[in-house]
């Protein structure tokens, strides 16, 4: 048996409302942070998704996405560093297309099956942006999903897949451009969407000797809500009893994470022995079969969506969305000088600076961040090892505001934060504000990006308010 062993989802903390970005439309969607990207997104996803798995069993990590940081760097390793994944695993990027999420889940599927791993993660992130005053910039909305693949303790199994390509040009954007671009909508929707979709689910409904009346949620990615009702209406679906809800309304569509995202909210709800379509599409369609099992029960109340759905808060106005996206620089002021990147100093602390290792005293047990020779509690000198401070929760013990610091973070907090379990570190706190922060409160790590110059990204960790409550 094949499929599922564990899933986890990341929406960021911001959102904007469609009529703050005209002054029209209903609903909102999800933003990136300023220091977000889709690597980050994808580290929160993937992280969530190693809750109760022993990361020593994982032997690949799948990174799908439309939106990669870098174009000639493999992103895929980062996001495996960061999640503290061996070494020795098979990683790899999936770019370029809104499948490649669910291109994903069958390559990890196959290599299971083939025996080259035994279980694999896929992740799909996307941060995809709109030209100013384009329907894409209403539409689009960033977020991450992770789901485990191996053959021990199955939540879903994988029944069967079909897949199909449809050379046409509707929705692209080349290495040249930073927005989407679309072609007539009328013809996106007849020859590309709805037809290709149809025919990729028919089949394989067809293949499995199944009715639409058999599937009990169809997690069907969709460019908005009206095209998928569409579809559902001719496959045969009822669409507001067996079509999972695309969430376009709260937080857009989150493009090649949409299907994984849509996934995981099936399966949320799902019961042992439903059956659950997973469907992506892009120049073709994916169509993927699941069966939920028993265990299913054993890890609901993971990070799912659920709580990232109603942990939000609004970003005040669109020229901050704007550039919190890059698209316009809004002049505040004196700030801190551009920052360089010592790719030297990187590599040589990449444990504690990407990995976020801290070290515990062999003699005492006190955890130290960063890590130190000396003990400081019993002075014992090297007689150290690593302990993974990145999946650990804190309070926040004294903090700092800075109004003299970047631009877009002004003003900064500065937190002391003592972890769970003992140690402490000084950490950049995000997703809040000065006024909001309070001694004692519940934080989470989080990692983000610092700064870009000539071309790198640099990452680091940051703190963030609890939204696991």
Known sequence: M?????????????????????????????????????LTMAVSATIRSLAGVERK???????????????????????????????DIFTMDIANSLRAGTCGLKMASDMVK????????????????????STFEHSCGDGAAAVCIGGDEVVAEIEGSHSLYNEMVDVWRSDEDKYIRSWDERFIQSLGYNQTVYEAVSALL??????????????IYAPDQRRLEELAVRLGFNPKLQVQNPMISVIGNTGSAS???????????????????????????????????????????????????ESKRYVKDYVTYLEWKGIVRRERGPGKPAQEVSLTALRRDWHEVIRFYGSQCKS??????????VCTSCHAIDQFEEIRLSDKNGKVFTFSVDHISDPLDVPMILAVVDFDGGGRAVLTMTD??????????????????????????????????????
């Open 432 to 469: 809040h504000s000065a006024r909001e922060t309070k001694v004692g409160m519940p934080v989470e790590m989080s990692f983000r990006k610092l700064f870009m110059n000539d071309g790198l990204h640099n990452y680091f960790w940051k703190c963030v308010p609890s939204r696991m409550k």
């Open 57 to 87: 069993d994982i032997d690949g990590l799948l990174f799908a996405s439309t939106t990669f940081p870098y174009k000639e760097k493999q992103n895929a390793t980062i996001v495996a560093a960061a999640s503290d994944l061996r070494k």
């Open 259 to 309: 299907p994984l995202m849509l996934l995981i909210a099936a399966l949320e709800e799902a019961k042992p022995g439903d059956r659950v379509l997973c469907t992506g599409y892009g120049d073709g369609c994916d169509v993927i079969l699941f069966r939920v099992t028993d265990n299913i029960e054993k890890i609901k109340g993971r990070s799912g969506l659920r709580k990232f759905l």
């Open 2 to 38: 094949i499929g599922i062993t564990s899933y986890g989802a990341y929406v960021p903390s911001w959102r904007i409302k469609r009529e703050t970005i005209s002054g029209a439309g209903q609903g909102e969607r999800s933003v990136g942070n300023f220091d977000e990207d889709t």
């Open 114 to 133: 083939s025996g080259s791993v035994r279980s694999a993660v896929v992740v799909a992130s996307d941060s995809r942006v709109g030209a100013p005053g």
């Open 206 to 219: 067809k293949r499995h000797s199944l009715e639409p009346k058999d599937i009990q949620k169809a997690a």
């Open 364 to 373: 005492c047990g006190t955890i130290q961040y960063p890590p130190q020779r």
